[in-house]
């Protein structure tokens, strides 16, 4: 049953820290999303890979995200250091190529205290 | 940029009863699929339904169908016969060729019993 793969599901942490989010896309599938879900802004894009390549990361905050791709069972999303402001829900998706279903994982539910 | 509008940020719908979800968008591409998710309380993404654009044809999965009107670039869903299950938050996304997967802010659908 292929499905994508995010751990943790929960992460609770202290202002200042770095939290690694992990994602393992579908095998087979050659891009990857990472979004932010809030209340207010609903999903955002934070960034895209194609091939393990960075595509468009324009909507992470650069000074403190960062986006990459090791290789090509993993994706992580770093936050570092961490403020409140960052607590939401983070997915991750992938899809076989472009314009095709994207599936996505079950989410990382961020809490910065 | 592409954007996605979904005008409702509530509906709801009598069990039973038939509604339609609004999904306007923007792009200069010609080539791109749209696609509507549900998302349930567990908070998981699902694929509802899937539209290509060069497919005159609308789309239809069981009690979900879409009008697509490519001209006016608009993506509606409506679900026929709407389940208790049916109650959730919806998304309409666009992903074109270069275009990332992009969503709308969501219609958060509840169906009465």
């Known amino acids: 049953d292929a499905r994508v793969t995010q751990t943790p599901r929960h992460k609770v942490t202290e202002m200042g820290q770095e939290v690694t989010m992990r994602c393992q896309p579908i095998l087979g599938h050659n891009t990857v999303f990472w979004y932010r879900q809030t209340m207010m802004q609903g999903l955002e894009l934070l960034a895209y890979?194609?091939?393990?390549?960075?595509?468009?990361d324009s909507g992470m905050p650069k000074d403190r995200f960062s986006a990459e791709m090791p290789d090509a069972t993993l994706a992580t999303l770093k936050i570092q250091p961490s403020e409140p402001r960052d607590s939401a829900v983070y997915f991750c998706?992938?899809?076989?190529?472009?314009?095709?279903?994207?599936?996505f994982g079950q989410g990382t539910r961020l809490t910065v205290v | 940029a592409q954007t996605v509008t979904q005008s409702q940020p509530e509906m709801s719908v009598q069990e039973a009863e038939t509604v339609t979800l609004s999904c306007t968008y923007d792009t200069s591409e010609n080539n791109y699929y749209l696609f509507w998710y549900k998302q349930p309380p567990s908070r998981q993404m699902i694929l509802v339904i899937r539209q290509e654009a060069y497919k005159q044809q609308n789309a239809t999965e069981n009690r979900f169908s879409v009008n697509f009107q490519k001209a006016a670039k608009s993506f509606s869903l409506k679900i026929s016969d709407s389940q208790l299950g049916d109650t959730a938050m919806y998304f309409c996304a666009f992903f074109g060729v270069s275009t990332p997967l992009v969503f709308g802010k969501g219609t958060r659908l509840s169906v009465i019993a």
């Open positions: 998706a992938s899809s076989v190529t472009v314009n095709t279903e994207a599936f």
């Open positions: 890979f194609r091939n393990r390549a960075p595509l468009d």
